[in-house]
């Protein structure tokens, strides 16, 4: 089945821009993978699909600060212009026909 | 608008029994797979079951496997989650979630105690 790996933190400061990693295991490289926001205290929020290709597709109201990526087994979420409300843990999730896995979680921190 | 409310939670010592509910609107429920996940206090995400959109499938992490039972009532628009036997390690927030490949949309919880 695949893994997810994440870093556990991230920061970068106001206004600037943040890349978080979501790397598939060996010989799921080709998976979709979703990312999902939990701010502080709140419930998680989907964010987007993001495809082998790179191509991605966001939830309703996402905001076009938030954007995805891949490369190989790597999937990635980039936010631009980070606001202040952008502080929080990010997960990426994959599945498979009988199982959900999600990764660690990346916490944001806005400087 | 989607709107999935949990419900259900609460406290109960270890070897007791609870069921969770998820009433869902503002789409066709019985056209969608639905989730249970859950996160430990300062812990991440788990995915705990699904169930296909007819109900026909279900399926388990290996940690709830023989104490949990997912079903759904596609009339009543309404997800359920059956814990028996649970353990302290149980204790968590409950999500339920749509499933449309990803997760796309998500309650706001309900929380479970399991403690003597």
């Known amino acids: 089945q695949p893994v997810l790996t994440q870093s556990s933190s991230a920061s970068a400061s106001l206004g600037s821009s943040v890349k978080l990693t979501c790397a598939l295991s060996?010989?799921?490289?080709?998976?979709?993978i979703a990312w999902h926001q939990q701010q502080p205290g709140k419930a998680p929020r989907y964010l987007m699909k993001?495809?082998?290709?790179?191509?991605?597709n966001k939830g309703s109201g996402v905001p076009d600060r938030f954007s995805g990526s891949s490369s190989g087994a790597d999937r990635y979420l980039t936010i631009s212009n980070l606001q202040s409300e952008d502080e929080a843990d990010y997960y990426c999730?994959?599945?498979?026909?009988?199982?959900?896995?999600f990764g660690t979680g990346t916490k944001v921190t806005v400087l | 608008e989607v709107q999935l409310l949990e419900s259900g939670g609460g406290f109960v010592q270890p070897g007791g029994s609870l069921r969770l509910s998820c009433a869902a609107s503002?789409?066709?429920?019985?056209?969608?797979?639905m989730l249970w996940v859950r996160q430990a206090p300062g812990k991440g995400l788990e995915w705990v079951s699904f169930?296909?959109?007819?109900?026909?499938?279900?399926y388990y992490s290996d940690s709830v496997k023989g104490r949990f039972t997912i079903s759904r009532d596609n009339s009543k628009n309404t997800l359920f989650l059956q814990m028996n036997s649970l353990r302290a390690e149980d204790t968590a927030v409950y999500y339920c979630?749509?499933?449309?490949?990803?997760?796309?949309?998500w309650g706001q919880g309900t929380l479970v105690t399991v403690s003597s």
């Open positions: 979630a749509r499933l449309w490949g990803a997760s796309d949309y």
């Open positions: 503002g789409f066709t429920f019985s056209s969608y797979a």
């Open positions: 169930v296909t959109s007819n109900g026909g499938s279900t």
């Open positions: 060996s010989g799921h490289s080709s998976y979709t």
């Open positions: 993001v495809e082998r290709s790179g191509s991605y």
């Open positions: 999730e994959t599945w498979d026909t009988n199982i959900r896995v």
